[in-house]
């Protein structure tokens, strides 16, 4: 089945500094990947849509200049994390969707656990 | 926008016996998908069931199935023959097919535990 890769699975970064996640469709293509974040308990929040050779789309809230995604090609999409806060520290788990299947299901990766110290 | 409401924060069930988990949604849309997925400790998304909205037969997937009812927007998950395993949070969740984009609109979750 479809597989997508986040990595890195855990981080620890120190406040101020900035942190890269990626995520890979490691066998199919994806003009769409969706960024969520989720709390603990708590249930997934979208962040942003992020589609390939354009700009994300970010969800009323969600500080453009503070996560910054970029879609550069079919396979990987980057969230990067600038200035990293305490209150920053969260899970981050991607989506994405195979191109050209609207109907598909969404394949999401294992997430990334931020802590920032 | 559409909205998920789980209203059930937690759940419990006796190994072997069934149980069946709560949401109710709100669209305007008459083409939309649900889904329940469930998230284990290990935080990975799974996806347990999908139904179109347009089918009115409810889904099933060997021991899950829906309960859906389009009329009412509410879409149960029910678990027989529950096993250990199936501990974990529960997400319901909705996609509108109208659409583009496919954005997930998720409930806030449900905790089942599976008691031996």
């Known amino acids: 089945g479809a597989v997508v890769s986040q990595h890195p699975s855990r981080v620890i970064c120190k406040s101020g500094t900035s942190v890269k996640i990626e995520c890979r469709s490691l066998d199919f293509q994806a003009t769409t990947m969706f960024w969520y974040r989720q709390f603990p308990k708590q249930s997934l929040m979208l962040m942003a849509t992020s589609n390939e050779g354009s700009k994300a789309t970010y969800e009323q809230g969600v500080e453009k200049d503070k996560f910054l995604i970029n879609h550069a090609s079919l396979t990987l999409s980057t969230l990067t994390v600038t200035s990293a806060h305490p209150e920053d520290s969260s899970f981050y788990i991607c989506?994405?969707?195979?191109?050209?299947?609207?109907?598909?299901?969404?394949?999401f990766g294992n997430g990334t656990r931020l802590t920032v110290t | 926008a559409q909205t998920v409401t789980q209203s059930q924060p937690e759940m419990s069930v006796q190994e072997a016996e069934t149980v069946t988990l709560s949401c109710t949604y709100d669209t305007s849309e008459s083409d939309y998908y649900l889904f329940w997925y469930k998230q284990p400790p290990s935080r990975q998304m799974i996806l347990v069931i999908r139904?179109?909205?347009?089918?009115?037969q409810n889904a099933t997937e060997n021991r899950f199935s829906v309960n859906f009812q389009k009329a009412a927007k509410s879409f149960s998950l029910k678990i027989s023959d529950s096993q250990l395993g199936d501990a974990a949070m529960y997400f319901c969740?909705?996609?509108?097919?109208?659409?583009?984009?496919?954005?997930?609109?998720f409930g806030e979750g449900t905790q089942l535990t599976v008691n031996p």
């Open positions: 969740a909705y996609r509108s097919a109208e659409t583009s984009g496919s954005r997930l609109t």
């Open positions: 139904q179109e909205a347009y089918k009115q």
């Open positions: 989506s994405a969707r195979a191109a050209g299947s609207y109907n598909s299901p969404l394949h």
